[in-house]
């Protein structure tokens, strides 16, 4: 068991491995019911990673406004480097391109359930994921062209006078908090699409 613990690599095949033998024991259960091969199975497998890659993206955007922000006055001035160098920079690659893979596999969703239409338009009977879907874009957007921009300048990786890089980190921040503030919404409009809650 260490040796697939000990490498987030050997984990993640791991899970997968326990996910496809999940999958076969619920097809072999039930065959009748469970076709891998139809567009329903690949309409459920999209919806699947578009809620992985989300969980990705909002558990960052939390970790960073619960964990992170708060507790950097805390840390002492020698130690904070390993946060801004090293956590940071990985941190906000895995958040940036959670926000690109969940939009990503949420627009092939829309394809392939043919929804597009009433997603633009808010029609019935799906306003409820229309409202979480252009909170999700107006989010995406923050993320890649406001957040990461400024992030860039506050964490020192494009270099900038010190006012200009308090002024990014503060924008940076103000997004994010903004962000915070979307995804509540957010995610109850996801989980009222389907569930009958708006």
């Known amino acids: 068991m260490g040796a697939i ?25 039930d065959a009748t019911s469970m076709d891998l091969s139809g567009h329903a199975w690949w309409s459920f497998f999209t919806r ?8 990705m993206w909002i558990g960052l955007l ?4 619960f964990v992170q922000t708060p507790s950097m006055p805390k840390i002492p001035d020698a130690e904070k480097p390993a946060v801004t160098k090293v956590i940071a920079p990985t941190a906000l690659f895995w958040f940036r391109h959670a926000a690109l893979w969940t939009v990503i596999t949420g627009l092939a969703l829309t394809a392939m359930t043919g929804s597009i239409g009433s997603l633009l338009t808010f029609a019935r009977p799906n306003t409820a994921i229309a409202i979480g879907m ?3 874009l107006i989010m995406a957007f923050n993320v890649w062209f406001i957040i990461w921009p400024n992030q860039k300048k506050a964490l020192g990786i494009v270099q900038v006078e ?7 980190a503060r924008m940076a921040g103000m997004t994010s908090r903004f962000n915070t503030m979307l995804s509540i919404p957010l995610l109850y409009c ?4 389907q569930n009958g809650g708006l």
């Open 134 to 136: 252009w909170l999700g």
């Open 5 to 29: 613990f000990s490498s987030l690599g050997r984990t993640i095949t791991a899970g997968v491995v326990l996910l496809l033998v999940i999958i076969g024991l619920v097809a072999g259960m």
């Open 190 to 193: 996801m989980v009222a699409q």
């Open 162 to 168: 010190p006012d200009v890089k308090a002024k990014a």
């Open 62 to 65: 939390w970790y960073f406004n």
């Open 48 to 55: 699947w990673l578009h809620v992985l890659c989300g969980v």
